[in-house]
T-cell receptor, first 111, second 113 residues
């Protein structure tokens, strides 16, 4: 069964610190992987899409890496800000257009 | 572009009633997805369309659920009859091309009493 796991479920860090969020998946034959953020009571905002042929993607203070062989992706957030507080979701397209989501990491940035 | 548009944003209904959720994808996108989010099960794909044709409905929980896409700019998800366990947030998303980045709407929060 194709599964996506995100650990930890929650993370708190002081403002200004760099941090890494983790995502692991059970099947290395992925098509692509997408990172989202979700604010409470809101929809999902796409942050980065990384194709299976790519090792990393960057957007502003965000950097996503992909290691298919180990079944892992990380989302690096530099110089964290209180506005970064949200739930971050990792979603994998295993080649059938369907996104399989992890359960998310709830991030709190402490001012 | 206004992004993916969903209506209504909130729906409260009584058990047994019919519920219709609506979605307008981003113009030009050829894939449309319906997801459901609950605390217990997280985000789950219900059904997706490509060029208005349903491709995979294996996530639709049961026959009470149906989805249509009569044209490229409109889709509906219908629940008839509704049950309390259908209470959830329903999201619509759209994308362009195979493996394209998916863009989500704001969701419809459904409460069935």
């Amino acid at each position: 069964k194709q599964e996506v796991t995100q650990i930890p479920a929650a993370l708190s860090v002081p403002e200004g610190e760099n941090l890494v969020l983790n995502c692991s998946f059970t099947d290395s034959a992925i098509y692509n992987l997408q990172w989202f953020r979700q604010d409470p009571g809101k929809g999902l905002t796409s942050l980065l899409l990384i194709q299976s042929s790519q090792r990393e993607q960057t957007s502003g203070r965000l950097n996503a890496s992909l290691d298919k062989s180990s079944g892992r992706s990380t989302l690096y957030i530099a110089a964290s800000q209180p506005g970064d507080s949200a739930t971050y979701l990792c979603a994998v397209n295993f080649g059938n257009e369907k996104l399989t989501f992890g359960t998310g990491t709830r991030l709190t940035i402490i001012p | 572009d206004a992004g993916v548009i969903q209506s209504p944003r909130h729906e409260v209904t009584e058990m047994g009633q019919e519920v219709t959720l609506r979605c307008k994808p981003i113009s030009g996108h050829d894939y449309l997805f319906w997801y459901r989010q609950t605390m217990m099960r997280g985000l789950e794909l219900l059904i997706y369309f490509n060029n208005n044709v349903p491709i995979d409905d294996s996530g639709m929980p049961e026959d009470r659920f149906s989805a249509k896409m009569p044209n490229a700019s409109f889709s509906t998800l219908k629940i008839q009859p509704s049950e309390p366990r259908d209470s959830a947030v329903y999201f619509c998303a759209s994308s362009l091309g195979r493996g394209g980045e998916q863009y989500f709407g704001p969701g419809t929060r459904l409460t069935v009493t």
